[in-house]
């Protein structure tokens, strides 16, 4: 079920990674490939979860991942969830897969794709630690946003509504490489930040993990990981 304790102490954190997933087959053996070595060289006590969207239909990355969130907590009293995109892997040892005391952390901080820079002041997007209570107080993510872009930014601004503020890793740590991005493409339309769809202040309290609804349709222990798969 891609979960693992250190063998010789007591890991003094356990951490959930959620991974939110369509048919991304090669993105996943290359991040499972560096992943696993990565989290057990930090002593952590984790388990890997895929949580797998079936059909046609547009991606929608947030709700997965509060799905991902309340099938996670079923199995353990986690410290940490890191929400984590397929397509990165981290490039420092040292960016730790741990939850902030007090406020949720973004951890993709620098990636190549952004020249290893924010794209913007307020961007959550990539990987992102928080603790069960800090998703909880903020309602988790939004269930409504189908398609890529505009969810992250929903996100920090439901950090900031629920009285918390975001803290990131240091560029230096939080290095990650994106897998595939077309180097050519990027440079000739820069990276802009998607317009927002959504009024936030008024809907994040009924958008959420108090008004989730999905049908969980397997959950299956992989070498590797715990596959859920929902419609």
């Known amino acids: 079920g891609g979960h693992y304790r250190p063998p010789h102490c007591f890991a003094r954190y356990k951490s959930a990674i959620l991974v939110a997933y369509r048919n991304q087959e090669k993105h996943l053996r290359h991040l499972l490939y560096y992943i696993h070595p990565f989290l057990q060289r930090q002593q952590l006590s984790y388990t890997i979860y895929l949580i797998q969207q079936v059909g046609t239909g547009s991606f929608n990355r947030a709700k997965l991942l509060n799905v991902g969130v309340r099938e996670a907590m079923k199995d353990e009293e986690w410290d940490c969830l890191v929400l984590h995109d397929v ?14 005391e007090y406020y949720p952390k973004h951890m993709a901080s620098a990636m190549d794709k952004f020249q290893y820079n924010l794209p913007y002041k307020s961007f959550f997007g990539g990987v992102s630690a928080l603790t069960p209570e800090h998703y909880m107080k903020m309602n988790g993510f939004p ?20 009285g918390m503020k975001i803290v990131r890793t240091s560029p230096e740590l939080g290095r990650y490489r994106v897998m595939d991005y077309k180097e050519e493409t990027e440079t000739q339309e820069p990276w802009r930040r998607p317009p927002s769809r959504h009024n936030t202040r008024k809907t994040w309290k ?15 222990k992989h070498p590797l990981y715990t596959k859920i798969t929902v419609d």
């Open 87 to 100: 397509d990165l892997v981290p490039e420092n040892d040292y960016n730790l897969y741990i939850c902030d």
């Open 143 to 162: 269930n409504t946003y189908w398609g890529d872009g505009g969810e992250n930014d929903d996100i920090a601004t439901r950090i900031h509504l629920a």
């Open 206 to 220: 009924a958008d959420g993990m108090n008004t989730l609804q999905f049908r969980l349709l397997s959950r299956t």
